[in-house]
């Protein structure tokens, strides 16, 4: 079972912060794959709340990438007390591209050899040269590349993504695929298992996660839970009765696994609703990456919006019929702060603790899902129970208010260490 945040010994985030001899303060430099601000997608509300818990009780310089064409503004605007911040332009991977071609060559995985960015890691090791750091945090695996940049620093590696590297494909899939898929899982192993020993510790997002880093590098025994979380506070509930019959669905097309999610959902799923619901609507909500969908009547895809919120709150349902891909999903943790309940495949509630039939419906058939789906459509009771006890597993396990100092507390463990091997 997943432990929960009550299994650690609840510190007022001064007390966090003061564990292992280092006073009030630590200087932190923390790498990101993704600039927080504006917290659009579950990648940056996770370094949005990491970043403002760390302000908190520390001096924290970010390095980050962002897309191109997009802003870079101050997270001191977004709530984020940080000293400083740098941010690069991310190089997109190019498969057939000649930097694409040479990756094939790498032991690193194709992708993180051809976005490496030598900008990034030219202003990594000036800062680590004229500043003194107690500790580094990476964020996500690719920022793991540039441990060469920071060597003999104590660092942790945060949300090891071990689903989405590690874990087998089970879809029904050809033997070519499936054997390309099993070789870019081998080369992530071996990709993590060299770089792990220059970090003190690492996170992953839920047991499950944990049990597939640890198969993958069993020599790595500092592997900790510290789960996907959101403020309660950042999500006002929406107080009047819910759009009849409407559906929602968030989420960037950039990660394949939300696209594959939706081609299966109108494909397959949303046929068998609409039998049954003519009236029924689906938004989607996040950017379309230009990849098209099968048309439906009632299916808006309202793209990149800047407020999520009062569409999700407004809606009767929230479908996230995910397949594949790794994490827990801030998506369904987000529906469940608007009172909005949530019907998804197993898959797409993996590493959460909530209950089926209790606190979520889990349907992985196209008509079971359908069912599950018209189901709470029908039924205004049945979804206030679900959305009642949601809400209640939510305030326990993932309020990042409770969550918070697990991290403080790694955070603080991770500092103490005063040389990592090389």
């Given at each position: 079972?997943?432990?929960?945040?009550?299994?650690?010994?609840?510190?007022?985030?001064?007390e966090?912060?003061?564990?292992?001899?280092?006073?009030?303060?630590?200087?932190?430099?923390?790498?990101?794959?993704?600039?927080?601000?504006?917290?659009?997608?579950?990648?940056?509300?996770?370094?949005f709340?990491?970043?403002?818990?760390?302000?908190?009780?520390?001096?924290?310089?970010?390095?980050?990438?962002?897309?191109a064409?997009?802003?870079a503004?101050?997270?001191?605007?977004c709530?984020?007390?940080?000293?400083?911040?740098?941010?690069?332009?991310?190089?997109?991977?190019?498969?057939?591209s000649?930097?694409?071609?040479?990756?094939?060559?790498?032991?690193?995985?194709?992708?993180f050899?051809?976005?490496y960015?030598s900008?990034?890691?030219?202003?990594?090791?000036?800062?680590?040269?004229?500043?003194?750091?107690?500790?580094?945090?990476?964020?996500?695996?690719?920022?793991?590349?540039?441990h060469?940049?920071?060597?003999?620093?104590?660092?942790?590696?945060?949300?090891?993504?071990?689903?989405?590297?590690?874990?087998?494909?089970?879809?029904?899939?050809?033997?070519?695929?499936?054997?390309?898929?099993?070789?870019?899982?081998r080369?992530?192993?071996?990709?993590?298992?060299?770089?792990?020993?220059?970090?003190?510790?690492c996170?992953v997002?839920?047991?499950?996660?944990?049990?597939?880093?640890?198969?993958?590098?069993?020599?790595?025994?500092?592997?900790?839970?510290?789960?996907n979380?959101?403020?309660?506070?950042?999500?006002?509930r929406?107080?009047?009765?819910?759009?009849?019959?409407?559906?929602?669905?968030a989420?960037?097309f950039?990660?394949?696994?939300?696209?594959?999610?939706?081609?299966?959902?109108?494909?397959d799923?949303?046929?068998?609703?609409?039998r049954?619901?003519?009236?029924?609507?689906?938004?989607?909500?996040?950017?379309?990456?230009?990849?098209?969908?099968?048309?439906?009547?009632?299916?808006?895809?309202a793209?990149?919006?800047?407020?999520?919120?009062?569409?999700?709150?407004?809606?009767?349902?929230?479908?996230?019929?995910?397949?594949?891909?790794?994490?827990?999903?801030?998506?369904i943790?987000?529906?469940?702060?608007?009172?909005?309940?949530v019907?998804?495949?197993?898959?797409?509630?993996?590493?959460?603790?909530?209950?089926?039939?209790?606190?979520?419906?889990?349907?992985?058939?196209?008509?079971?899902?359908a069912?599950?789906?018209?189901?709470?459509?029908?039924?205004?009771?049945?979804r206030?129970?679900?959305?009642?006890?949601?809400?209640?597993?939510?305030?326990?396990k993932?309020?990042?208010?409770?969550?918070?100092?697990r991290?403080?507390?790694?955070?603080?463990?991770?500092?103490?260490?005063?040389?990592?091997?090389?």
């Open positions: 079972m997943e432990s929960t945040a009550t299994d650690w010994p609840v510190q007022t985030a001064a966090a912060a003061t564990r292992g001899g280092h006073g009030t303060r630590l200087r932190v430099l923390f790498l990101s794959r993704w600039f927080p601000c504006p917290p659009v997608n579950g990648s940056k509300i996770r370094i709340n990491l970043l403002r818990t760390l302000c908190e009780c520390h001096s924290v310089v970010l390095v980050s990438f962002r897309g064409g997009d802003p503004p101050d997270p001191r605007g709530g984020i007390n940080i000293d400083g911040f740098h941010t690069f332009v991310f190089p997109e991977f190019r498969p057939w000649a930097k694409g071609l040479l990756g094939f060559l790498s032991p690193a995985p194709r992708s050899f051809a976005s960015s900008e990034m890691a030219a202003c990594i090791r000036e800062l680590v040269r004229r500043d003194h750091f107690d500790l580094v945090i990476a964020s996500q695996i690719q920022m793991a590349a540039y060469g940049c920071f060597r003999g620093l104590p660092a942790l590696l945060e949300e090891v993504e071990s689903g989405l590297l590690l874990g087998r494909c089970s879809r029904e899939i050809s033997l070519g695929v499936k054997a390309r898929r099993e070789m870019t899982r080369k992530h192993a071996r990709f993590l298992r060299s770089v792990l020993c220059h970090f003190a510790q996170t997002v839920s047991e499950s996660e944990r049990n597939l880093l640890r198969e993958a590098v069993p020599a790595f025994p500092a592997v900790d839970i510290v789960p979380a959101i403020n309660l506070g950042d999500y006002p929406h107080e009047s009765e819910p759009r009849p019959n409407t559906l929602v669905f989420g960037s950039r990660y394949r696994p939300n696209y594959e999610a939706m081609m299966w959902f109108l494909n799923v949303f046929p068998h609703i609409r049954q619901i003519p009236d029924v609507q689906l938004t989607i909500l996040g950017d379309h990456g230009g990849l098209l969908l099968p048309s439906h009547q009632g299916v808006f895809q793209g990149h919006v800047k407020d999520v919120r009062p569409v999700i709150g407004s809606s009767t349902a929230s479908v996230v019929p995910i397949l594949s891909g790794g994490g827990t999903r801030l998506k943790l987000e529906s469940i702060a608007l009172g909005t309940p019907i998804a495949t197993g898959k797409g509630a993996e590493g959460l603790d909530l209950e089926p039939e209790r606190h979520i419906l889990i349907a992985d058939a196209p008509e079971t899902f069912a599950a789906v018209v189901r709470l459509l029908r039924r205004p009771e049945e206030q129970r679900l959305a009642e006890a949601a809400m209640r597993q939510l305030r326990a993932y309020d990042w208010e409770v969550v918070k100092y991290f403080l507390n790694l955070v603080a463990s991770a500092a103490s260490v005063s040389r990592v091997n090389q």
